[in-house]
């Protein structure tokens, strides 16, 4: 065994921490962790006396490095020295300074390659070196690669086994975006793989790029590795397979129907089969199973190879950090200046600033807006969209040119070229693919000089744009060129679909990179833009486009759905950049729910809603990060920069907020689930308070900060138009106060109030109900899951009874009160003639309670129509007086005792009630409470007799076939005035299905719905207690 290289972490501090006991079981734990047995060279009585100087300097001198690493690491944490294991980890990942960690950045890589044995062959290190020079001449002028590859280096120690839960071998799975770099950090890991100086043993590496091979034909996976590495023999693959790492460069670019590649696998070397059938067996561990894979691939092709891949490890690679960003900028531009000027402009489009971690979008960009500022023009107008920038960028590189030169026919091929290839998925097109579309590989000249097209590094004569984002650009530019134009591009126009198909669900979902496409479409619908294309190129633009854009978004079968596609849509029309395009495009629209999950949705949401002129219902959910909270850290940049965004998001938030002023329909605003901060609070108050009253309706539910409750209902108090607010949470501290002088302001109309988890004290509650013995406006009051106790409760039951009380429908659901003052509950509902809705649901009255509440019922002034009782711990003892008051002619018509427990007796006296010609009950819930198919004999005499029972709900009930059959007489008789039944219904019970399918043959009015789940927010009677 070959001494190891140094280890990537200081392994002698480490094992001093350990005491005896734990070194000893760490010891025992090096063999149980050696799947290749790597110390079958030292003899066992060696590793047991050794302490841990001694041991240290085996492993560190004598074992495989790469080993070493891994099983430290597992065996700390087996012996539960999570805090040495970490220590470890972040040795690895560069969190502590390391001697000795490899390469660093291309120049060192270059060094390494030009001290390898003369004549040795090295595909991948033509490749790397190519990728490289890529870089220099296209996306790096004046600049060297460091900045992007420095920020791999984080990902560097998962290339070893040691991060794993278990030894070799591993899949790792690089994925990023497009143009971000997986492909040259996987190579850079290529050569580090190759030159690893831990062992003399075979240390193989074979590039396998999905691009290239998907244009070969049916091939065995032989000659597969042969073609990458012809000189390394087959046997010796075979015999040291642990050694072997195999690059699957491109997954994405395998272009297989979803699912297919699992159904084919193939496990013979010798077998001749389709090469993605090859891939897919290398991943599945069916060819190799003890190789090394890495294999990089966009986001959108994740899912299939996880159906593939064997326990993956995810690593996502981001591309340029935005400190190298504004590096870049620095570099590209050399005056700070300009450079900065230039980089916040860039910023202020967060769509853009999130494709420039592309090191080819931000040439794209410095290289548009070094133009932009020569000719003293602002670089934000550049930067507003995707759209602008590109089209800038391409305008930019070529000269404007006569209608009939050289142009015209250049961006006809280039568009065509970009189309067919992203309705290819690929991302390069051979030269026959060009001749097949009916262009001619001249005509690209042009874009070729400009490196906008490029031939492509790694499939030989093929032809591959800059980035992604360009080649859907280009092909947005191919469907709106007019139709005679495309005919002059070649021998017949290119046959490549239609824009309907293009847009539709099922495309974008086939092929992700069309949506995209969709955008810069609307973007071409600018006209300013069209103009420019069409002075700079000499092509016109179709005016059919804009129409068919519009039409799919609206209308029976339109590609995009004002739902399911809401933020590609609001995407979409954002490009446009064209106020009447989104007013055109929204008018049929009365309501939108936007989830705000970055700034990037903030944006498109902002200028969208300052063109919906018709809205009458906004809904908004703001995710945690759009806003900064106070005391974040400080790592994500200097303050002077934090700041800089923040005033930009503050910024396109105001816009948002404009929405109260421009659009005068806005009635119903809903902002749940969001984190907000100080500032944006205050300008959206600000926004409400200022602009003219239209909102009706305001729902405030589990927002932040913990103010925002209080400030929103600063503003509200005065606020003629509103009539119902929700204010829902368990930040709301110290904001009853404010609510009652909401309450009492003379302006004042509010009709519901639904104040949930609010915490108060008796004195707030107290001054709570002050306020609604004099509110002559408030009819709704619910106070759910407020910690009221028996002492609110009890003066809430006071202020019933005073004269001047308008409140009709009350909830006190989950408020943790018991029955103990139920006696001035009933006293007020005797004298209270306006009250007609009482929830007590979640509360522990129990039958003494009920009995209370039923004496104050029982009087002929009580006009209480629905009671809510649901989970109120009554028994049967509850229910003899609840049948006595029904039997009464009592008011009440609605009655809910959901999850209490009153069995066969406690429905025998309500069936009892229902019989008597006297009970007003139209509906009835006894969802869980223990009734069973003995008790349906009385239901169904008692149904059999009742002319005004329509709702009745028996779900969670155990009646089973039994019950059903009992009650089959009644239920299938038209004459029954029941409509809807809820019944506990097993699926797979074939007699009662019969049962119930006869009785709607029979009686097709009554409706019999199938009691699935328990509820668990929303109890069975909710629907039916309106507010």
């Known amino acids: 065994m070959v001494p190891s290289a140094e280890l990537g972490f200081n392994l002698r501090p480490l094992l001093e921490q350990l005491n005896q006991d734990e070194l000893s079981k760490l010891k025992s734990l090096l063999r149980t962790l050696s799947p290749q047995d790597e110390l079958q060279h030292i003899p066992q009585t060696e590793v047991e006396e050794a302490n841990w100087e001694q041991l240290a300097e085996i492993l560190a001198t004598r074992c495989p490095r790469r080993w070493v690493e891994m099983v430290t690491i ?7 020295r999570t805090d040495l294991s970490k220590r470890a980890k972040d040795e690895l990942q560069g969190l502590t300074q390391v001697p000795g960690e490899g390469v660093t950045n291309p120049e060192e890589v270059k060094e390494r390659l030009e001290g390898e044995k003369p004549g040795e062959k090295d595909e991948h290190r033509r490749a790397v070196e190519t990728s490289r020079q890529v870089w220099k001449e296209h996306c790096w002028p004046k ?58 043993t075979l240390q193989s590496a074979f590039y396998l ?46 272009r297989v129907p979803s699912g297919s590649l699992i159904h084919d696998i193939c496990g013979d070397w010798k077998k001749q089969k389709p090469v993605p059938v090859l891939l897919g067996s290398l991943l599945k561990r069916k060819l190799l199973p003890k190789a090394t894979l890495l294999v990089t691939t966009r ?6 190879l996880r159906l593939l891949a064997e326990q993956p490890v995810l690593l996502e690679v981001e591309g340029l950090s935005e400190l190298g960003r504004r590096q870049y900028f620095l570099r590209h531009f050399g005056a700070g200046a300009q450079a900065l000027r230039a980089f916040e402009a860039m910023r202020s489009s967060p769509a853009l600033f999130r494709l420039g971690s592309a090191p080819a979008v931000c040439w794209a960009v410095c290289t548009c807006l070094r133009r932009q500022l020569e000719q003293g023009e602002d670089p934000a107008a550049a930067c507003r969209t995707g759209t602008a920038l590109f089209l800038r960028f391409l305008c930019g590189q070529v000269a404007p040119a006569a209608a009939r030169g050289p142009l015209p026919a250049a961006l006809r091929a280039a568009s065509a070229l970009a189309a067919a290839g992203l309705r290819a998925q690929t991302s390069a097109l051979q030269a026959g693919d060009l001749e097949r579309l009916g262009l001619k590989g001249s005509a690209l000249r042009p874009f070729l000089d400009k490196g906008i097209v490029q031939e492509d590094a790694d499939c030989e004569g093929c032809y591959a744009f800059v980035h992604l984002s360009v080649q859907q650009f280009l092909a947005a530019v191919f469907y709106v060129l ?9 021998r017949r126009a290119p046959d490549l679909g239609d824009l309907r198909a293009l847009l539709s669900r099922e495309a974008r979902l086939r092929n992700p990179d069309l949506t995209a496409v969709g955008y810069f479409l609307f973007g071409l619908c600018n006209e300013r833009r069209a103009r420019e294309l069409e002075a700079t190129f000499g092509c016109r633009v179709s005016a059919r486009v804009k129409r068919e854009l519009l039409a799919s978004l609206s209308g029976a079968g339109a590609p995009f759905s004002w739902t399911a596609d809401l933020r590609e849509v609001l995407h979409c029309l954002y490009e446009s950049q064209e106020g009447s395009l989104v007013e055109e495009a929204t008018a049929h629209v009365r309501e939108l729910s936007l989830h705000l999950r970055n700034e990037v949705d903030l944006a498109h949401s902002s200028f969208c809603l300052q063109h919906c002129q018709h809205l009458q219902k906004v809904s908004l959910q703001v995710a945690k990060g759009v806003f900064v909270e106070s005391g974040r850290a400080s790592g994500s940049g200097s303050w002077v920069e934090r700041s800089q965004n923040d005033q930009h998001v503050l910024s396109l938030w105001m816009d948002l907020c404009s929405v109260f002023d421009s659009n005068k329909n806005l009635v119903y605003l809903d902002i749940s689930q969001s984190s907000l901060d100080s500032p944006s609070v205050r300008i959206l108050c600000e926004r409400i308070a200022s602009a003219p009253c239209n909102l009706q ?41 404010t609510l009652c002088e909401v309450l009492r302001h003379p302006k004042c109309k509010l009709q519901y109030l639904r104040l949930v988890s609010c915490s108060a004290t ?62 001035e509950l009933s006293s007020a509902l005797i004298v209270n003639q306006r009250l007609t809705h009482l929830c007590l649901a979640k509360n522990d009255l129990g039958d003494g309670g009920v009995k209370l509440l039923c004496e104050g019922l029982s009087y002929p002034d009580c006009q209480l129509q629905t009671l809510v009782l649901y989970y109120c711990n009554i028994t049967c003892d509850g229910c003899i007086n609840l049948s006595m008051l029904l039997q009464q002619n009592s008011s009440l018509t609605h009655l809910d005792l959901g999850l209490n427990h009153i069995g066969v007796t406690g429905l025998k006296f309500l069936c009892e009630a ?88 029979s009686n097709p009015k009554l409706t019999i719905e199938r009691d699935d789940q328990e509820p668990k927010n929303n109890r069975p009677s909710s629907q039916d207690f309106i507010f």
């Open 482 to 490: 007019d139709g005679e134009g495309r005919e002059d591009a070649g």
């Open 143 to 200: 600049i060297r690669p460091p900045v992007f590859t420095q920020r791999g280096e984080r990902l560097r120690p998962f290339c070893n086994p040691k991060m794993l839960p278990g030894p070799f071998p591993q899949t790792l799975v690089l994925h990023g975006p497009a143009g971000v770099g997986k492909t040259t950090l996987a190579k850079k890991w290529m050569l580090e793989w190759r030159q690893d100086s831990l062992s003399k």
């Open 697 to 737: 309706k305001v729902v405030l539910r589990n927002i932040s900060p913990a103010d925002a409750y209080r400030n929103f209902c600063t503003r509200f108090g005065g606020y003629e138009t509103l009539t119902h607010l929700t204010l829902e949470g368990n930040d709301q501290h110290d904001m009853l106060p």
């Open 209 to 254: 790029s999905c691009k290239a091979l998907t244009r070969q034909g049916t091939c065995t996976f032989a000659e597969l590795i042969a073609k990458s590495r012809p000189e390394v023999r087959e046997a010796e693959v075979l015999a040291q397979a642990q050694n072997v790492l195999f690059v699957v460069d491109g997954f994405e670019e395998l």
């Open 762 to 823: 008796a004195q707030q509650w107290a001054e709570l109900s002050c306020c609604l013995e004099t509110n002559q406006s408030l009819t709704c009051l619910n106070l759910t899951a407020n910690e009221l106790l028996d002492e609110g409760a009890r003066l809430l039951y006071l202020t019933l009874r005073y004269p001047k009380c308008f409140l009709q429908r009350l909830s006190l659901e989950n408020c943790h009160f018991t029955g103990a003052y139920c006696k």
């Open 74 to 80: 597992q065996a700390l944490e087996k012996i539960s």
């Open 914 to 1001: 229902l019989k008597k010609p006297l009970c007003n009950l139209r509906c009835l819930w006894l969802w869980g409470c223990a009734i069973t198919a003995f008790s349906c004999a009385n239901l169904s005499s008692a149904l059999s007799s009742n002319q005004n029972l329509v709702t009745l709900d028996l779900g969670q009930n155990p009646v089973g076939y039994s019950g059903v059959k009992m009650l089959y007489d009644v239920l299938k008789l038209p004459s029954c005035p029941l409509q809807k039944l809820r019944l506990k219904i097993d699926k797979s019970d074939a007699q009662t299905q019969k049962l119930l399918k006869e009785i709607k043959e």
């Open 299 to 304: 986001p959108g092709a994740l899912r299939e």
